[in-house]
């Protein structure tokens, strides 16, 4: 299994960014995916999941509205479209699979500063 997550840098406050995950390794369309983002000196916290159909998302309350989850099961790539960003938001963000987020990428950065 390998995920690899790009599409993280530096952003302005109530600017946008979209944050690509590419799957390897396994049946990508066999499983729900997830983003999780983990800020500086924070414990991780869940952000979004679909299902493998994208016929369900579920989003974190903080980012709720400001975010959203897809998914090209054809290119074996998940995606979080982020927008309205705030200093809050500044996080390595990391996508995993499965309900049990079995597996993880390396992450992206994301910096939001002006």
């Known amino acids: 299994v390998q995920l690899v997550e790009s599409g993280g840098g530096l952003v302005q406050p109530g600017g946008s960014l979209r944050l690509s995950c590419a799957a390897s390794?396994?049946?990508?369309?066999?499983?729900?995916m997830n983003w999780v983002r983990q800020a500086p000196g924070k414990g991780l916290e869940w952000v979004a999941t679909?299902?493998?159909?994208?016929?369900?998302?579920v989003y974190a309350e903080s980012m709720k509205g400001r975010i959203t989850i897809s998914r090209d099961n054809a290119k074996s790539t998940l995606y979080l479209q982020m927008d309205s960003l705030q200093s809050d938001d500044t996080a390595v963000y990391y996508c995993?699979?499965?309900?049990?987020?079995?597996?993880w990428g390396q992450g992206t950065q994301v910096t939001v500063s002006s």
């Open positions: 390794g396994f049946t990508f369309d066999d499983f729900i």
């Open positions: 995993a699979k499965d309900y049990q987020l079995s597996n």
């Open positions: 679909i299902t493998w159909d994208s016929g369900t998302t």
